[in-house]
């Protein structure tokens, strides 16, 4: 495995500072959003316990995102997520996500597939980096996790369920489509 496909592991020090074992140097949250954005799979370790911090910094990341007002989830989603936590759904919440996300790479996709044959602005630069920090936003979102709980669903509550993910995907494709004007 080449050193672009291992995730890069970055160690917090006691004293909270992240290190890059790579270039052994210091980074930020920042530095760290940045390799995502670039295609960059990243794994935080704390260096004295081993516990892995990914999950927790990448959602600090998220956050600093949302507070400067670079808004991606909606409310309702930020508050369904919430009541999730506190509900049954847990264990459905990841996997449903995990399906939506990938539904919407899936249908991206396509959507650029279609739009470098019809429109060649789409090779544009800065466009294969909106991608990439597209594409690790989702991977981030979603854990990496694709799956879809297993077992019979009833009918009725999966075309709910398609009519919401078709929603959603509307919005995040008009979304890009303001981005790429």
Excluded at 21 to 47: H, M, P, Q
Excluded at 81 to 97: D, E, G, H, I, W
Excluded at 120 to 147: D, H, I, S, Y
């Amino acid at each position: 495995m080449s050193d672009a496909e291992k995730p890069l592991l970055i160690k917090r020090y006691a004293s909270r500072r992240l290190y890059n074992t790579e270039t052994s140097d210091y980074v930020t949250l920042e530095d760290i959003a940045g390799f995502i954005r670039e295609g960059r799979d990243v794994k935080i370790v704390d260096l004295k316990s081993g516990d892995d911090l990914t999950r927790q910094y990448l959602l600090q990341i998220v956050a600093e995102h949302e507070s400067r007002g670079e808004s991606v989830l909606p409310i309702n989603v930020l508050t369904d997520l919430v009541r999730s936590y506190t509900t049954q759904a847990t264990s459905v919440v990841p996997q449903f996500l995990a399906a939506s996300f990938e539904m919407f790479r899936d249908s991206q996709s396509k959507w650029v597939e279609n739009m470098s044959s019809i429109n060649p602005m789409v090779k544009m630069p800065g466009f294969e980096a909106m991608q990439a920090q597209q594409e690790a936003f989702l991977k981030a979102m979603t854990g990496g996790n694709a799956g879809w709980p297993s077992g019979p669903k009833d009918e009725r509550e999966e075309g709910e369920d398609l009519d919401e993910i078709k929603r959603q995907l509307a919005e995040l494709q008009r979304k890009l489509a303001r981005m790429n004007k």
